[in-house]
């Protein structure tokens, strides 16, 4: 029946979840095209994961010089950092990927469309003035940055931008107390910038465990950033020297670069979904059910723009679901619960699993194991870091049921908790562990006393 169709499976947008639909549906013989508009590997690898972690890298060498000292090294002068260099080679690497991105849809035998595609009824796509046919649509768009509108905003610049400034600011103010926000406050401030990081509400990352996010928030503000919660942007205005940023409680602070990371919305728009019946939620992302599939039969739609989770790894599990719908048994399935994240600030911060909050709303009694204590590191680097573990355990099956740490290799220690708590660890499997020594994770084993 593919006859009918020029292709089986139509995915528009190469990103995470999109290139691995349409890598695996190949496989498996189907007839795929993937339309691609802008870059290969989509946000994670061009304007997100990827080249952030290289700046978070980039941003934690003063420390790291600072620390040298008490191991015996001396660094002859003031370390300087040549933002070009950093940027370009950052550029160079992302380049890099982009072309294995390439090589992997080319050699899975997917036909690689370069340009923006329009869908244009259930079973057709443009691309290029030209109508392909598909059995199947797959909607791969992603999200793309949202910045509020107020007077001045358009001097505001997202996540996007900072990958390739022209130069680094003096000062920089950053907006929003989420991923993005605390992650580029910390690179800001690492590579020497003044950073100014505004949040309207209390306290930052607020949909992780509070005790969790107060620590950050106090590493972070004894690294060297200005933290000003509770306060929002009313107006940004132009000046001889650069930008004067005016906060609602009237008053103004000069920065040279201003970042909004103010979340992400669905990449929907000029799409074609008017000649459609997918539905959208009222955040724009798109409406689908457990196998992805919209309101259209022959229409599905996977990944951030349809805004379960925003992360890469999550897209990729997605896009095996989907394909094994389509086309295996329908055996795969993505389980929500105890997805491990983290968020690269400065200390860092990874978690897994149910807080310390969502415990106590769900469960009668729990018990919550903490630990905070001095990095190796700093006994001779002299550096002010500390490390914060805190495992909750629900008391009547003895079942870790969250897993938190900020500090050190935070996000390396918790991918292995998560496997732990994916196979419903309890805090006796926990006890019985031997642990690494010496190492800050073996923390995560040896915690005998309830805090509470
Ligand atoms: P988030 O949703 O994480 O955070 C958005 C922040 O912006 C919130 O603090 C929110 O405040 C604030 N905000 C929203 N609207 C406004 C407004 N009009 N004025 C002022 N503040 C506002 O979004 P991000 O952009 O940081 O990241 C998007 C997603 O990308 C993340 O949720 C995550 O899934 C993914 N991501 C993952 C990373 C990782 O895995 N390490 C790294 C980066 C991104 P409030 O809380 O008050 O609503």
Excluded at 7 to 13: A, N, S
Excluded at 243 to 259: E, G, H, I, M, P
Excluded at 353 to 366: H, K, N
Aim: charged letters at 20%; proline letters at 3%; hydrophobic letters at 40%.
């Amino acid at each position: 029946m593919t006859e009918l169709f020029d292709y089986d499976l139509f995915v528009i947008g190469a990103g995470s979840g999109g290139v691995r639909a349409a890598r695996m549906a190949a496989a498996l013989g189907k007839k795929v095209a993937v339309a691609e508009e802008r870059y290969l590997g989509g946000t994670c690898v061009n304007v997100g994961c990827v080249p952030k972690k290289l700046f978070v890298y980039a941003s934690q060498f003063p420390e790291l010089f600072h620390a040298s000292a008490g191991f015996g090294w001396t660094i002859p002068q003031s370390p300087t950092l040549d933002w070009a260099t950093l940027r370009d080679n950052k550029t160079a690497e992302i380049e890099r990927l982009n072309s294995i991105y390439h090589d992997l849809i080319d050699n899975s035998g997917a036909d690689l469309i370069d340009g923006r595609a329009t869908i244009d009824g259930p079973h057709r796509v443009m691309v290029n003035n030209h109508t392909y046919t598909a059995r199947t649509i797959l909607i791969a768009t992603g999200g793309w940055p949202y910045i509020p509108e107020f007077p001045g905003s358009e001097h505001a610049i997202s996540s996007n931008e900072m990958f390739y400034l022209d130069t680094l600011p003096k000062t920089a103010v950053v907006v929003g107390g989420g991923y993005i926000a605390v992650e580029f406050a910390g690179i800001l401030n690492g590579l020497g910038v003044e950073t100014h990081l505004v949040y309207r509400g209390p306290s930052l990352l607020k949909a992780f465990d509070r005790e969790m996010s107060e620590k950050i928030q106090e590493g972070m503000a004894a690294k060297g950033v200005n933290m000003h919660l509770n306060s929002d942007i009313k107006a940004i205005n132009e000046t001889d020297a650069g930008l004067s940023v005016r906060f609602n409680d009237q008053t103004s602070l000069d920065a040279d670069l201003v970042l909004y990371a103010t979340g992400r919305k669905a990449n929907t728009a000029g799409l074609g979904l008017e000649t459609t019946k997918v539905r959208m939620h009222d955040n724009g992302a798109i409406q689908v059910d457990r196998n992805f599939a919209t309101a259209d039969d022959s229409i599905y739609a996977l990944g951030d723009v349809i805004d379960r989770v925003q992360l890469t790894p999550v897209a990729i599990q997605e896009a095996m679901v989907l394909v094994d719908h389509l086309y295996g048994d329908g055996q795969v399935t993505i389980d929500y619960s105890n997805i491990p994240t983290a968020v690269f600030c400065q200390p860092e911060f990874a978690t897994v699993g149910l807080t310390e909050e969502q415990a106590r709303a769900e469960y009668s009694d729990i018990a919550v194991y903490l630990s905070d204590f001095k990095p190796m590191l700093q006994t001779l680097g002299g550096g002010a870091d500390r490390i914060t573990m805190k495992l909750v355990v629900d008391t009547e099956s003895d079942r870790v049921l969250g897993c938190h740490m900020v500090g050190e290799h935070a996000a390396e220690i918790i991918q292995g908790m998560a496997i732990a708590l994916k196979a419903e660890a309890t805090k006796a499997h926990f006890d019985a562990t031997v642990g690494i020594h010496p190492s800050a994770a073996e923390e995560f084993v040896t915690m005998r006393n309830k805090s509470r």
